[in-house]
């Protein structure tokens, strides 16, 4: 399955394939500090390599920006690397990489994270710097309009000319009316055009304070050393005023949305999403839970109700996948996606996937397939700590979203819990036509392709032409 | 979709390649390795991690494109098949053995080899079952003709994908243009026709010949003892034959002059593809040549070209070089991608920057940051039994010394300003480049 995402960096980590059970009590300590500025703290250690990975977590990404500053969260982010009060444009990174540290950063729609991984002996480094650009970057104007040109040309790269990643931008933006999530992460072009520098230095005071941001750190560090070099570097900082964001629900959908998409392609893709709830939003806490179980089984793995029926028993589709976010902001779809197989059409597997959902609402799921789905979340978890860095980053997108660090060590269980009568019901409740929206890629002929793969030699090698 | 096809990225490569570095001894030991040859004379690498209940495995085999021969896409093609009925199991049943344990099963055919992953719980009834999926999946495939027909009807749809991607089909190009008839311009994924072509029996014969006990190599890292190991690394070869070793691929040819192709693409950006043969996984050049490039265009944000083409100009958002080392001499592979009218511009600053590069060599001080980045660099690059156990499979797919990692660092930094320009002076040369244009047409004026 291949189910676009949105923009660099997305919360595909907490999607449910990769979702984390709890760990035995003494290796998931997390270690919790709030300084005097607000700027929470949480350490996680984990001796196994003599590295650290340090990453700053700000509320802020696309799902808080207005209309007509789409894109601006990302298009920060990049100007973060362009100087500060005291580091000219680009010595950040030149400095990271002299102490043979790696480092980069991600958008996504609720949050906006800058990460170095490190030898554990450089992290005041990495706090030094960040705890710079926390509070003094400098968003010189001439920085500016060249990165503004980087990140439209990421946008061709990343859309533009994907015609897939073409299709679920124009999907969102139909699915949803209101909520900000029907806007892409990285800006829609014409946003982008009228960016003016002066927009970015508001954002940045706006939103880039110690009592907006959570500092993650995992690795081979001693609590107390990391809490102390967190007073040192960032304790000084003054906090902000942060103003609440509001709204963002969108109204109840009246009935099946369809749009096509045409772009140059040579196969057709089909998307479709169900609104649906989230973690903070549900009526019931337990039904964003049913959900994911709900994904799992239709698209955990080569076992699961997609593959074996769709790709494999039936040969309809060449890719199906299906996916669920119980960890947003705000509420978002179960999506399901695919590619027909050959032979077959973009509308029977259309039909074949609203079979699915209907059999989803008809029948209680086996058994056995939740059994299956608990060990594959088990084991998981214990893969999981093979990287410092997604051990951070899940903490640090569960603290920025609004729910709490703490879910780490208890979602597994959550999902463990779920029934098969509980996904039937959140099947049956909002697997519903009402709220469904159809996105159908229509391929336009790419017909110079085929007719003019010519060779154009200059220096004559024979072997050119094919 | 089975994408185990595609070519490596620069992500992959960069993985592949600029992880495969040395500890620095005065932050940890090396991993401590334990190598055999198992009774079937498999070669065998095992680390032992016992912090986390949990075992990394991975076998690779000579079997990758470069093997395909007049047969385009059957080495991928064989390795889709593996997992898709073995034995006793049809497809369902092997992913349901699998998944019900919590196992991961990664299969892929690069151009040199073919490489099977496992990743699983070593608790004992999972290890147990995902060893015995394994082992039928790599011994016993059936190639059952529907199996087969499915999975072929997919990897032409997968074709297709390519050939909407621009990025995608002119790295295709470009290997095609510059390898000519050596086995390396084969594309993994093949072509529709060549895949039409193909017959489970050809399939069959491929595993038989290439799938053989003593050019297996056998990659473990995770919670096991040494005797463990050396059951695991039994088990697996066991139902294979002993087999013969492949013929030695060609040494790939030198350009004797640049060439050039354009490829219309209905594109917002115009993508650029440049390079020549660079070096093997052996090459006596291959410390300066990799330094070099990680000044040049291999360290992200850093490097040479990123500040030419991005920091400096705003063209691109992603511009790169690498060598990928290989058996015989991969590609050293520069590119970028800028909309449509500053394509000339764009493909000038690149080359003029890599002329640079080759003319002058690096400044002391880039050199001595590269060398801090990668020496200082290299716990984070094997933190982790995944990386670790990539790393071994590579050490003992190319018969690299078992110190390799051990002496990497004091290798980097040996590397001087001068190796490098010598290096660079000798082996990379832009009015040999092979070049790939993909986008609209669009008078360049730079011809």
């Known amino acids: 399955?291949?189910?676009?995402?949105?923009?660099?960096?997305?919360?595909?980590?907490?999607?449910?394939?990769?979702?984390?059970?709890?760990?035995?009590?003494?290796?998931?300590?997390?270690?919790?500090r709030t300084l005097g500025n607000g700027l929470k703290v949480l350490v996680k250690e984990d001796r196994r390599a003599p590295i650290v990975?340090?990453?700053?977590?700000?509320?802020?990404?696309?799902?808080?920006?207005?209309?007509?500053?789409?894109?601006?969260?990302?298009?920060?982010e990049h100007m973060m690397f362009k100087g500060t009060d005291k580091l000219?444009?680009?010595?950040?990174?030149?400095?990271?990489?002299?102490?043979?540290?790696?480092?980069?950063?991600?958008?996504?729609?609720?949050?906006?994270?800058?990460?170095?991984?490190?030898?554990?002996?450089?992290?005041?480094?990495?706090?030094?710097?960040?705890?710079?650009?926390?509070?003094?970057?400098?968003?010189?104007?001439?920085?500016?309009?060249?990165?503004?040109?980087?990140?439209?040309?990421?946008?061709?790269?990343?859309?533009?000319?994907?015609?897939?990643?073409?299709?679920?931008?124009?999907?969102?933006?139909?699915?949803?009316?209101?909520s900000p999530y029907r806007n892409p992460v990285i800006g829609w072009a014409s946003d982008l055009e009228g960016m003016q520098v002066t927009d970015l230095?508001?954002?940045?005071?706006?939103?880039?304070?110690?009592?907006?941001?959570?500092?993650?750190?995992?690795?081979?560090?001693?609590?107390?050393?990391?809490?102390?070099?967190?007073e040192q570097y960032f304790g000084p900082l003054p906090a902000e005023s942060i103003s609440l964001t509001r709204g963002g629900g969108d109204p109840p959908q009246r009935g099946t949305k369809r749009i096509q998409v045409k772009a140059p392609a040579k196969e057709p893709y089909l998307l479709?999403?169900?609104?649906?709830?989230?973690?903070?939003?549900?009526?019931?806490?337990?039904?964003?839970?049913?959900?994911?179980?709900?994904?799992?089984?239709?698209?955990?793995?080569?076992?699961?109700?997609?593959?074996?029926?769709?790709?494999?028993?039936?040969?309809?589709?060449?890719?199906?996948?299906?996916?669920?976010?119980?960890?947003?902001?705000?509420?978002?779809?179960?999506?399901?996606?695919?590619?027909?197989?050959?032979?077959?059409?973009?509308?029977?597997?259309e039909q074949a996937l609203l079979a699915q959902v209907q059999r989803l609402r008809d029948e209680p799921v086996a058994e056995a397939e939740l059994e299956r789905i608990r060990n594959q979340l088990i084991a998981a978890k214990v893969y999981e700590k093979d990287s410092v860095y997604a051990q951070a980053r899940q903490i640090g997108s569960l603290e920025t979203i609004g729910l709490g660090w703490e879910l780490m060590e208890q979602y597994v269980e959550h999902l463990s819990r779920i029934?098969?009568?509980?996904?039937?019901?959140?099947?049956?409740?909002?697997?519903?036509?009402?709220?469904?929206?159809?996105?159908?890629?229509?391929?336009?002929?790419?017909?110079?392709?085929?007719?003019?793969?010519?060779?154009?030699?200059?220096?004559?090698?024979?072997?050119?032409?094919? | 979709m089975p994408d185990t096809n595609l070519l490596p990225s620069p992500l992959r490569v960069w993985l592949l390649f600029v992880c495969l570095l040395p500890l620095s001894p005065s932050l940890l030991a090396t991993p401590s390795i334990d190598t055999w040859e198992?009774?079937?004379?498999?070669?065998?690498?095992?680390?032992?991690?016992?912090?986390?209940?949990?075992?990394?495995?991975?076998?690779?085999?000579?079997?990758?494109?470069?093997?395909?021969?007049?047969?385009?896409?059957?080495?991928?093609?064989?390795?889709?098949?593996?997992?898709?009925?073995?034995?006793?199991?049809?497809?369902?049943?092997?992913?349901?053995?699998?998944?019900?344990?919590?196992?991961?099963?990664?299969?892929?055919?690069?151009?040199?080899?073919?490489?099977?992953?496992?990743?699983?719980?070593t608790r004992e009834s999972a290890l147990d079952q995902a060893l015995e999926t394994l082992v039928q999946i790599i011994s016993r495939p059936r190639f059952a003709p529907a199996d087969f027909n499915r999975v072929r009807a997919n990897a032409l749809v997968s074709l297709n994908r390519d050939d909407q991607d621009p990025a995608t089909l002119g790295q295709k190009a470009f290997y095609r243009l510059l390898y000519g008839d050596h086995p390396y311009a084969i594309d993994p994924a093949g072509t529709p026709a060549s895949l039409a072509a193909l017959t489970p029996e050809d399939l069959r014969a491929f595993h038989a010949r290439h799938y053989v006990a003593r050019q297996a190599v056998i990659a473990l890292v995770g919670a096991i003892t040494r005797p463990q190991a050396e059951a695991i690394a039994e088990r697996i070869t066991s139902g294979l034959g002993p087999g013969e070793p492949a013929p030695s691929l060609p040494p790939?040819?030198?350009?004797?002059?640049?060439?050039?192709?354009?490829?219309?693409?209905?594109?917002?950006?115009?993508?650029?593809?440049?390079?020549q043969a660079g070096m093997t996984r052996t090459d006596p050049d291959y410390f300066p040549l990799y330094v070099g490039n990680h000044i040049l265009g291999g360290s992200g944000l850093v490097s040479l070209l990123m500040d030419e083409v991005r920091e400096k100009r705003g063209l691109s958002y992603s511009v790169y070089s690498y060598f990928l080392p290989l058996a015989e001499r991969g590609p050293f592979l520069a590119g970028l991608a800028t909309k449509n009218d500053q394509g000339p511009q764009a493909r000038n600053v690149l080359i003029a920057t890599i002329q640079r590069f080759r003319d002058e060599g690096p400044s002391q001080e880039e050199m001595e940051a590269a060398v801090k980045n990668i020496t200082g660099g290299f716990p984070l690059r094997i933190a982790g039994n995944r990386k670790i156990a990539q790393y071994l499979a590579i050490i003992g797919f190319y018969g690299l010394p078992l110190d390799y990692l051990d002496r990497f660092n004091e290798r980097v930094r040996a590397v001087t300003v001068e190796t490098i320009r010598d290096a660079f002076q000798r082996r990379i040369d832009p009015s040999r480049f092979t070049t790939v244009i993909v986008g609209p047409a669009i008078i360049d004026q730079s011809q």
């Open chain 1, 201 to 230: 230095r508001d954002w940045y005071r706006q939103w880039y304070a110690p009592n907006n941001a959570t500092l993650v750190v995992v690795g081979d560090v001693d609590p107390a050393w990391v809490f102390s070099l967190a």
């Open chain 1, 419 to 466: 029934t098969p009568e509980q996904i039937q019901a959140v099947a049956r409740q909002y697997l519903v036509p009402e709220s469904l929206t159809i996105a159908i890629l229509v391929p336009q002929a790419l017909a110079s392709v085929d007719a003019t793969a010519s060779a154009n030699l200059r220096g004559g090698l024979a072997h050119a032409g094919h």
């Open chain 2, 38 to 121: 198992n009774s079937q004379g498999a070669k065998v690498l095992f680390v032992a991690a016992p912090d986390l209940p949990m075992l990394d495995l991975r076998v690779v085999f000579p079997a990758g494109s470069a093997r395909d021969g007049d047969r385009p896409g059957l080495a991928s093609l064989t390795a889709d098949l593996l997992d898709q009925g073995a034995g006793d199991w049809d497809a369902d049943t092997i992913a349901e053995r699998l998944e019900a344990v919590g196992a991961e099963l990664g299969i892929e055919a690069q151009r040199d080899m073919a490489a099977i992953s496992l990743r699983t719980l």
């Open chain 1, 272 to 349: 479709l999403g169900y609104k649906t709830t989230a973690l903070g939003h549900a009526s019931q806490d337990w039904e964003p839970y049913a959900l994911e179980m709900l994904a799992s089984i239709l698209d955990g793995g080569s076992s699961a109700r997609l593959s074996r029926e769709l790709i494999r028993g039936s040969h309809l589709a060449a890719s199906a996948g299906a996916s669920y976010n119980a960890f947003s902001r705000l509420p978002g779809m179960l999506l399901l996606d695919g590619i027909p197989a050959l032979g077959h059409t973009v509308e029977e597997l």
């Open chain 1, 88 to 178: 000219a444009p680009g010595e950040f990174s030149r400095i990271i990489a002299a102490n043979g540290g790696d480092e980069n950063a991600f958008t996504g729609r609720d949050y906006t994270a800058y990460f170095q991984t490190l030898a554990a002996d450089r992290l005041p480094i990495a706090f030094e710097l960040e705890a710079e650009r926390m509070r003094s970057l400098a968003l010189p104007a001439p920085e500016f309009v060249k990165e503004l040109e980087v990140v439209k040309e990421e946008r061709r790269l990343s859309t533009e000319d994907d015609p897939e990643a073409l299709t679920f931008e124009q999907f969102n933006a139909m699915a949803y009316e209101v």
């Open chain 2, 252 to 275: 790939v040819p030198a350009n004797a002059s640049g060439n050039l192709e354009r490829i219309h693409f209905p594109s917002t950006q115009t993508h650029v593809f440049t390079g």
């Open chain 1, 53 to 76: 990975t340090s990453q700053v977590w700000y509320k802020v990404g696309s799902s808080y920006e207005p209309s007509g500053l789409t894109g601006i969260s990302h298009l920060l």
């Open chain 1, 1 to 32: 399955m291949r189910i676009p995402t949105f923009s660099v960096p997305l919360l595909l980590p907490l999607l449910l394939g990769t979702l984390s059970p709890p760990a035995p009590a003494n290796t998931s300590q997390v270690h919790e």
